[in-house]
């Protein structure tokens, strides 16, 4: 049956007005990228907008609010101009075997664990493969910006699949930030996953993510102020904290496989800040490091204490004042040799 006159000028309005629509994004992305404007939202707190608004190296996800976007070499703003490869799983270095040939370590965490302004062989999780040599296979899945809630989520759902021997598990610092909105990460809700992924897509345009900068900018306070309240809100406080790392725990015993935790490194007091002042975020980060400590003792879990062990140096921090968070190459060394010590005592018959 022939399209009746009303149709066929419906179709040619809407065909019109589609083609419209894409001259005028094509015009406003070539506008955007010729004229050099930075698109980016620079803003400490990950939940609220910083590593979803770098499409090149992170993707919405509902579950896990972000994940590194799978199978791609990348060179970011985000990574201070850093190039780092990821996997196929949304990982960390190359591609890992579905059946391993013999024993598998997997290193869980944050930036710390992936390694943050570091080649991969002068990581903690490289050095310690280098150490270990060929009868090991060692894992990184330190993403970004992750707090255990992440990595909690992120381990029972897929990463157990990869049927590890030795899990390390190393968590804290993005745990004890301010949470976005003032709601913790267990109770955050994303829409759904197909909104997210028309998202993803449209954050590749930087028209796209120059209006989105735009529109925060006239709502969102400065986030620093986030850091004035009586009574903050954090991400992952310490009970919630204290039950993500015995839940990863006790899903690797489950399974039979050993947990090894592992306290998150900082600098001390005085390399920090000086004599006579007293850092806030350090102190109480030692809050998440002695939770974690008597979740060992309590539950017999093997732990490395890398925190303890970073108070007799001071050289582990390359500009402590800059960042406290994230330790050099010769911390990740040490890192790697009490691992390779450990890992020959958890690996025994016997072991916990």
């Not at 270095?93 to 024993?103: D, L, M, Q, S």
């Not at 993403?143 to 968590?171: A, K």
């Not at 955050?188 to 590749?204: A, K, M, V």
């Not at 974690?292 to 303890?308: K, N, P, Q």
């Amino acid at each position: 049956m022939p399209m009746s006159r009303e149709k066929y000028s419906l179709a040619i309005r809407l065909g019109t007005a589609s083609m419209a629509l894409l001259l005028f994004i094509v015009v406003a992305e070539l506008l955007v990228r010729c004229a050099g404007i930075d698109t980016y939202v620079e803003n400490r707190f990950f939940t609220l907008n910083r590593a979803l608004d770098y499409p090149e190296v992170f993707e919405k996800d509902r579950r896990l609010f972000w994940r590194l976007r799978p199978g791609r070499t990348v060179t970011s703003q985000f990574f201070e101009g850093r190039t780092y490869r990821i996997n196929s799983l949304g990982l960390r270095g190359g591609e890992i075997a579905p059946h391993k040939k013999g024993r598998r370590i997997l290193a869980l965490g944050n930036s710390c664990t992936f390694g943050w302004g570091l080649p991969r062989e002068k990581t903690f999780v490289g050095r310690l493969q280098d150490i270990l040599g060929d009868e090991y296979d060692v894992v990184n899945a330190g993403v970004p910006g992750y707090s255990s809630f992440q990595g909690r989520l992120l381990f029972e759902s897929e990463l157990v699949g990869l049927q590890p021997d030795i899990v390390v598990i190393m968590f804290g610092w993005n745990d004890q930030w301010a949470a976005a909105w003032e709601i913790a990460d267990k109770d955050q809700e994303f829409p759904p996953q197909i909104i997210l992924e028309c998202q993803n897509l449209l954050s590749r345009l930087n028209s796209y993510r120059l209006l989105k900068r735009l529109w925060l900018s006239a709502i969102e306070r400065h986030p620093d102020s986030l850091f004035d309240r009586r009574a903050p809100v954090y991400r992952v406080g310490l009970e919630d904290f204290r039950d993500n790392l015995w839940s990863i725990c006790h899903t690797c015993r489950a399974r039979g496989i050993r947990p090894v935790l592992l306290t998150s490194p900082a600098p001390s007091l005085f390399e920090h800040d000086g004599v006579g002042r007293w850092s806030a975020p350090i102190a109480y980060h030692e809050r998440y490091n002695r939770v974690t400590r008597e979740l060992a003792a309590s539950e017999g879990i093997t732990i490395v204490d890398a925190a303890r062990e970073f108070e007799c140096y001071d050289h582990f921090f390359d500009n402590a004042a800059q960042d406290f968070i994230h330790f050099n190459a010769s911390g990740h060394e040490l890192i790697a040799r009490m691992l390779a010590e450990c890992v020959g005592q958890v690996s025994g018959p016997g072991s916990p």
